[in-house]
């Protein structure tokens, strides 16, 4: 079975540039997630998607970030305009709760952003 | 008080060394608990959901504590291998929202 797919897998852009992420769950799982990771730290959740729906967004800075589950399938992630401080690893992840194991997620290899 | 609390470490241990980490988390409607593991520049796999009764996968046992909060993960004869960061993942209540701790750094030496 595929896993999660995620690309580009590296970014370099000058700040104030736009970036976007693209996100292939694994085929079924209905739950998706945006992460944003920074060196010795733990994944921080951005976004989480139930289906197309957005439940939790509370930490998505919306001022320049932005996402989109148009099918509840594949997802993309925005940011516009890119600041310094938004260099870090994005990572998408993916679970399904009506398998046996709740709340598992699959995570993708993770784009990793620089913006200078 | 974070919702959930790793000490980061790093640990430093030998070769065929016992090593716990523990997890602390201040949310006591907690319902699921999970150990990832994630190696440098990769991401973050399951390494154990952590179950009530306590769960042991070969080297690797994993144990939770409702009334002080806190869960444990204990890897027994350690491997080079092993040597990777530990992340607890704590489900904060009926909302399904998973919180992350930092990390706990653990490197495995010859």
């Known amino acids: 079975e595929a896993g999660v797919v995620q690309s580009p897998r590296y970014k370099i852009i000058e700040k104030k540039q736009p970036v976007a992420f693209w996100c292939n769950p694994i085929?079924?799982?209905?739950?998706l997630y945006w992460y944003l990771q920074n060196l010795g730290q733990g994944p921080e959740l951005l976004i989480r998607y139930e289906n197309e729906e957005a439940v939790d967004d509370s930490q998505l800075p919306k001022d320049r970030f932005s996402a989109e589950r148009l099918k509840g399938v594949d997802s993309t992630l925005k940011i516009q305009p890119a600041e310094l401080g938004d260099s870090a690893v994005y990572l998408c992840?993916?679970?399904?709760?009506?398998?046996?194991?709740?709340?598992?997620?699959?995570f993708g290899p993770g784009t990793r952003l620089t913006v200078l | 008080r974070k919702e959930v609390e790793q000490d980061p470490g790093p640990f430093n241990v030998p070769e065929g060394a016992t090593v716990a980490f523990n997890c602390t988390y201040s949310n006591s409607a907690s319902q699921s608990f999970f150990w990832y593991r994630q190696d440098c520049r990769k991401e973050p796999k399951l390494l154990m959901s952590v179950y009530s009764s306590g769960n042991e996968d070969g080297r690797f046992t994993a144990q939770l504590n409702r009334a002080s909060q806190y869960i444990s993960l204990l890897i027994r004869d350690s491997k080079l291998s092993d040597s990777a960061t530990y992340l607890c993942v704590v489900n904060a209540g009926n909302n399904r929202k998973l919180i992350w701790g930092l990390g706990t750094s653990l490197a495995v030496n010859p």
């Open positions: 992840a993916s679970s399904d709760r009506t398998g046996g194991r709740t709340d598992t997620q699959y």
């Open positions: 085929s079924g799982h209905n739950t």
